[in-house]
């Protein structure tokens, strides 16, 4: 009986050590095939992805809606405003040339001391029917003014201001008050012309500094 007992347990361990290892091998190659399987799931999702994905900038182009594309005709609008906005430069206008005539700084003062030309620059033309002189520089002010029928270049009236007594229109160049008529006096670049209704002897000139102000 014993030797039975003996004989039947070293049978289960022959058994065991045979079948133990076929078992193994098959949950390690069922494992294996599992692990493959799921693997060429996942690299066939990403392949389709990455196709999804580079179809869409191709559908893109294809339709002319690139970001390049929609880009283009708005810098095209923003560029033609921007050219609208900005407004076109005037050329500014041709100084005289010197041989043309002469630049002088010129003021009208009535006889309540109120300026009818304001103080400034005119341009007295070569052609002027005055010549270069003060004289051609009250007429290069297009001021209105009338001068005397028995003398005429003697002014008799300025701006409707005439002529009264012994008050009346004197001249001036550069301060100085010349004892001959105004169309004999000539003028060069810079000087100054001032025009003014004297009320008696004693007045004295309009100071160009003040004029001026």
């Not at 070293?10 to 050590?17: Q, S």
């Not at 052609?127 to 029928?149: C, F, H, M, Q, R």
Request: glycine fraction near 8%.
């Amino acid at each position: 009986m014993k030797r039975r007992l003996t004989f039947l347990v070293a049978f289960l361990v022959v058994l065991a050590a045979v079948i133990g290892p076929v078992v193994y091998m098959q949950k390690v190659f069922g494992s294996d095939r599992h692990n493959e399987a799921v693997s060429s799931v996942d690299t066939a999702s990403e392949t389709q992805n990455n196709a999804a994905g580079q179809e869409q900038p191709a559908a893109a182009t294809s339709q002319g809606e690139t970001p390049a594309a929609r880009q283009e005709p708005t810098q095209a609008g923003d560029s033609q405003k921007d050219a609208a906005a900005v407004p076109a430069k005037e050329e500014p206008a041709a100084a005289p040339a010197p041989e043309d005539g002469c630049p002088v700084w010129t003021a009208v003062v009535g006889k309540n001391g109120e300026q009818l030309y304001k103080a400034g620059q005119v341009f007295i033309k070569k052609d002027n029917k005055w010549g270069i002189t003060a004289l051609g520089a009250l007429e290069a002010t297009g001021i209105s003014y009338v001068t005397s029928p028995a003398w005429p270049d003697f002014v008799y009236s300025i701006s409707g201001q005439a002529n009264s007594g012994v008050s009346g229109w004197m001249y001036s160049v550069n301060g100085d008050v010349p004892m001959h008529m105004a169309d004999k006096h000539p003028v060069k670049a810079g000087d100054r012309v001032i025009w003014w209704y004297s009320n008696s002897m004693e007045q004295p000139q309009p100071r160009w500094d003040y004029l001026i102000k």
